[in-house]
Every structure is written in C-alpha cells, then in structure tokens.
C-alpha cells in the first residue's frame, strides 16, 4: 500500500480547484502551485497551502517538473495529483515522481508512454484486438514510404502527429496531389508542438461521431468502464460540447465498446482514470482513436450519471486499493450535458480572448453544476488555455438536461471578455443537436463564417441600453454638480427634454431619443416606434424593468463613460454612445463633436460658424444644478454648424456644436 495524506495539485484553474476540493473532501491537505500570474487566482486561495513556482510562461512554472517536485519537497507533499494538460500524461514526470518516492496519482510510466504515442498505441491495440482504423503507424518516416502507404490506403486520409492532440499536427487530405504539403506542415507543427515530427496516417473516416469510454483500473487487475461520453461537437478537432450518454447508444453497442475499452486498459495493465477514445461512423461501427491516460475535461457527465466522484476514486485506487465498485455496480441515471465556456471569438475563426471579467456571475439552479477557476475582476492572460469554465446540466432525460443547460448559459454572466457563450446556446438549440444527430461535422455543417460574427444589437437592447446609460449620465451629473453643495431638492426641470443616444457606426447608426415625464419611467424612440420603459429594480449588475408593460430582467455592466454591456434574453451586446464623448472628455481626442454631458440651461455658445479654434478653448457654457460647466475643444479646426442656441434648455447628449478637424 502507498498511504498519503496530502496531495500536491501540479495544475491551475478550474482543474486544480475541482481536485483541491475533492481532496479536503476526502480528509487530505492539499496544496497548490501558482505562477506570478496566479497569486491570486481561486485554487491558491482555496489549497491549504501554495507554492510559487516561477513566472507566468507555462515553461518557466506549470511544465517545469523540477520546481513541482520541489514544492512537494518543501510542503512535505506524498502525492501529486497532475489534472489534465501540463505534464499529466509526462511519462519523464511520473517516473520522477516514483524516483522521489512521491506517488504520482495516475498511471504507470509504461502505460503513459506507450499511450502517449499514437503509432506505438495503435501498434498494441491491433495485437490486443481493439478495432482501429486502416492506416500506417510504422517507424519509417520517410516521405516515399508515407506517399505510399497513402495510396493503399485511399483517399480521405487524416495525417496525424503521433504525439500529443488537440488537433495540432492534423492534417485532412481529399486528393493525393495535397499529400506532401501537408505532411510538411503537419510534421513542422508536430515538431514544435510536441518536439517530435513522427506521423500516423488513417482513413478518414466522414461524418462520425466521436464517443469515448471512461475506464478505471486498479493495481490487482480490475478494469471497468464506466459509460460513454459523445464529444462530436468540436471546433479545429478540439471539443466544444460533451454529454453522456451518447444520444444513439444502445445496450448492445455499449457493451461492444465498453469491452473493447476495457481490453485495451488492460493490455497495458492500465491503474487509474483514463479514457478511450473511439470514432462511431453512421453504421454503427466504431474504430479506436487514442486513450487519454488521465483524467478528462468532460468528466464531471460521467460523475453526473454515474453517482461516482471520479477524483476521490483516483485517490483510492492510487493507494493500492481495489476498485470500490465492479461493472455491475456501475448504473447510468438521466443525461447530462457539458459546455466548455472559452474566452475566445467565434466570428474570428475562434481565436483566443483576452481581457478582464468585468462582471462573472456563474448560473445557479437545479441539476447546474459549474467547474471554474475565475474570480470577478480577474485579468485572462495569453499564457494559458482560454477555457474560463464548464458548465454542466443533469436531467432526468435529454430533453430536460439542454432545457436547463441552456437557461443556465442565458443566466451566466461574464462581461469585459469575449467568448463563445452564445455559440454555445445557439449550438445547443440547433435542429440536429435538438435531435442527438450532431457529428464532428455538426459546426462546419451549420454555421458559416458570416453566421458566427457577432449580431447587431436588437431595437430592445439598444432601448434598455440608453436608458442605463441615461440613469448612469444623470447620476454623474447630480454627483459633480452637488460635490460642493447641499443637496437640491425637486430638480426635474429638463426630464422631459429628449436626450440623444447614438449606437453603432458611421454607416448604420442608430439614434435613440429618450425623455422622463416621471422618475424612473421613460419614453423612448427608436426608429420610429416609441417604448415605454419602466425600471422596477437595480443593482449594481442586474435590472428588473417593463417594457410596453412586459417584465424583464437584464444583466449588464458599465465599464466606461459612455458603454454599457446588456444582456437581454441570453444575448449580449456592447453599445457605445458615439455623442458620448465631447471635446470636454479628457479620455477621448480627435472628434469635432460637441454634445452636452448633462440636462442643463445653455447659457451661451461662445463660437460662431466660421470661427477657429484650438485645443482648450471654451466653446459653450452650461448651467446645471446652478453649477456653470464649460464646453471646451480638444482639436483644432473650424466651427461648421451650431445646433443650439443661448438660454435654451438643452438635454444630456444633445448635439451643441459640430467642427471640421484640421488634417
């Protein structure tokens, strides 16, 4: 037996605060490592004690297992748990936690290395008798041999690096003549990735779905599956969303792929979690793919269905322990659905986002599980993956898990960041989702790149939009105006003056009008048509209000003068008021537009069409609050057109004065 009683968490964010959970859970000290970037990230500050490792590139802290072990040699650590990425399926990294009498909660560094290759693990799988794909996986990489095995093989091929995943170092070949390129690339982009340059070659199989089996083994020979999992919805071979069971599953099939998962766990007498992954094509046929020699991402589904905290059985069967379950324990209850929320830009090819969670409020509700690592406030980095969170429905059939899945995804809150949020509802209310049809074709085969830009804002949001920004403009007022005096009671005489909103741009702009005849009711005018809007209730991110007598509530954060992010109905939209920014506003430089800040007398305009001016002159003045406030210019130009006029009472964001910008 290998008895431990405190676990060294060798990962970061939403995977080492779900381990270091599960730890205290189970009675043991964990501990956590951090970069300079994550001082003060969750899993720091949950771990009962942390070790800084180095600065925030991942080569420097989180890959460099010389500065983990020693952290677990300074807190005493007698086991490390690797999460998933980083060095958990590093087979140099767990022999050198046996080295150091550190027991590595995962599998032999046999078993890693012989599964961490694809052409070494297909070569074992088809001596075990696990169906694969045709192809080639032999040792000779040279470019006539890989030319030849192409052509017995056929066309579509898939090139495949033989170390590492993701999608990196994969290529799809549908004629002969693009076969040398992208060998080329698909080997220079191995080489970098994984620092090897070794490829496989299979058929490619069109339109399957990608279903993998959860496997668990023990040190006494015990292997057992715990279901399936379907990820076929995926963006550049990388998984989007994943559910269990798999939506066209049937006993039978079940039981075919769980034995034959089973068999290839202990064809290399596999001990612990680990996945085996296969392709299922239409007929029913499934060939293997890879196994993943670790814990996986979508785990928490089969936790969800199974009843079992695959983490704490990790620790158990790490000791030296059997399996505290046979097959036959093992039951499947309800379905469950997992998105991976990233931050990242769908209508650009789903690159990478950074910035910072102005605003992060997971959803809460029944059968909602959410796994994280983010705090409100905190900045995302370039140096680790854009996945901020999972979010996870359970229920007592399909049906009910994406209802509840998508209601939570509508609730979470995430401003200041891009991200796939709204891909995400919108994947899961697709027809062939709805219907369990989606395969790994499902997003090239559903969306175009027009399809996934960002929408314009809806006539509702931009209504509810000015409104907090009319609210947020008042208040501003009021509080620079009264900073030096007592408080003025029964101010309302420019509510019902119309205030000028102005979103989008300079080719499709949209102005909005708004008044107060009362406190807290407005009447706004959008193209032509009126709303009446009335706020029943606010805080500082949330709003509850009617509109044309229907009651809302919106989600939303004001980042900067002039900006709101509202969130209505799940959809989320930036509007900048383009009138926001007059020459007064020290943040913003090189507009010739005027507008007042707030509701006020115009007591005079000081310029005239025709006059010069230069940065810093007074152009206007306004009286607000008996308070006088001077409109002045940051340009240099000509005044071009003056909309107001001396002694009238002018509203927040009206148009003053217009100048033409010297070149």
Known sequence: MKHFDSILVANRGEIAVRVIRSAQQQGYRAIAVYSEADAQAPHVQLADEAVLIGPAPVKESYLDATKILDAAQKTGAEAIHPGYGFLSENAGFSQACVDAGIVFIGPTPEAIDIMGNKAASKRRMLEADVPCIPGYQDPDQSDEVLVAAAQEIGVPIMVKAAAGGGGRGMRLVEAMEELPVALSSARSEAENAFGSGELILEKAVMRPRHVEIQVFGDSQGNVIHLGERDCSVQRRHQKVVEEAPCPVMTPQLREAMGLAAVNAAKSINYVGAGTVEFLLDEDNSFYFLEMNTRLQVEHPVTEMITGQDLVAMQFHVAQG?????????????????????????????FLPATGTAHVWHPPQGEGIRVDHGLLQGQEISPFYDPMVAKIIAWGED??????????????????????????????????????????????????????????????????????????????????????????????????????????????APVDVYISEPIPGCYQVSLGGDTYDVTFISRDESELCFLLNQVQQTAYYALPARGEVILQIRGSAVTLVNQLAFTRGDEEVSGSGTIVAPMHGNLMAVLVAVGDRVEPGQDLAVIESMKIEHRLNSQVSGEVVAIHATGGEQIASGALVLEIEVDE
Do not use: M, W
């Open 321 to 349: 322990y059997a399996l505290p379950i046979a097959q036959q324990d093992v039951t499947l209850t309800g379905h469950a659905i997992e998105v991976r929320l990233y931050a990242e830009d769908p209508g650009n090819d």
């Open 398 to 507: 399909r049906d009910i898990a994406r209802r509840r899945l998508v209601r939570a995804l509508q609730k979470t809150r995430l401003f200041g960041l891009t991200s796939n949020r709204e891909f995400l509802i919108d994947v899961l209310g697709r027809e062939a989702f709805i219907d369990g049809q989606a395969t790994t074709a499902f997003i090239a085969e559903n969306y175009t790149e027009d399809s996934l830009r960002t929408a314009a804002a809806s006539p509702e949001q931009a209504v509810i939009g000015a409104c907090l920004l009319y609210q947020e403009g008042l208040a501003h007022s009021r509080a620079q105006s009264l900073s030096n005096l007592p408080v003025l009671s029964g101010y309302s005489g420019t509510r019902e003056l119309n205030s000028h909103y102005r979103f989008g741009d300079e080719d």
